[in-house]
C-alpha cells in the first residue's frame, strides 16, 4: 500500500507532532522530577551544592522513574521518594557522575 504525497506527508507531520508532544511531556517530567531531587539533595547534605548531584540523579534514572518522582513535586515528597532518590543515587552511573562532578558541589 502506497500513500499519496500530501498522505504521506500528513502522516509525517502527525508523528513529527507526536515525537514533539512526548518531548515536551519528557521535559516538563524531568524539571518536576529535578525539583524534587533537589530539595532532597539539599536535605539530606546540607551545603553541598545539589545541582550537579540532582542532574546525576536524573540522568540515571528510568522514565518511570522520573515520573514517579515527578509526581511527588504535586503530592508531596514521602519517605519514600527520598529512598527512591537516594537508591538511584548509589547506582555505579550516578556514583561516577558525582564523582567527576565533586568539584562543583562544594560550590567551587
Do not use: W, Y
Not at 16 to 35: F, H, L, M, P, S
Not at 41 to 50: I, L
Not at 63 to 76: P, Q, T
Amino acid at each position: 500500500m502506497r500513500l499519496a504525497p500530501a498522505s504521506a506527508l500528513a502522516a509525517l507531520l502527525a508523528a513529527t507532532g507526536c515525537t514533539a508532544a512526548n518531548d515536551a511531556a519528557d521535559a516538563i517530567a524531568r524539571d518536576r522530577a529535578k525539583t524534587v531531587v533537589n530539595g532532597v539533595v539539599q536535605q539530606r547534605f546540607p551545603g553541598v551544592n545539589a545541582a550537579p548531584v540532582t542532574d546525576c540523579i536524573i540522568d540515571a534514572a528510568s522514565a518511570g522513574e522520573i515520573l514517579s518522582i515527578a509526581r511527588a513535586s504535586v503530592s508531596g515528597v514521602t519517605d519514600e521518594t527520598a529512598r527512591d532518590v537516594i537508591a538511584i543515587a548509589q547506582r555505579p552511573e550516578a556514583v561516577e557522575c558525582i564523582a567527576r562532578n565533586s568539584l562543583a558541589l562544594m560550590g567551587n
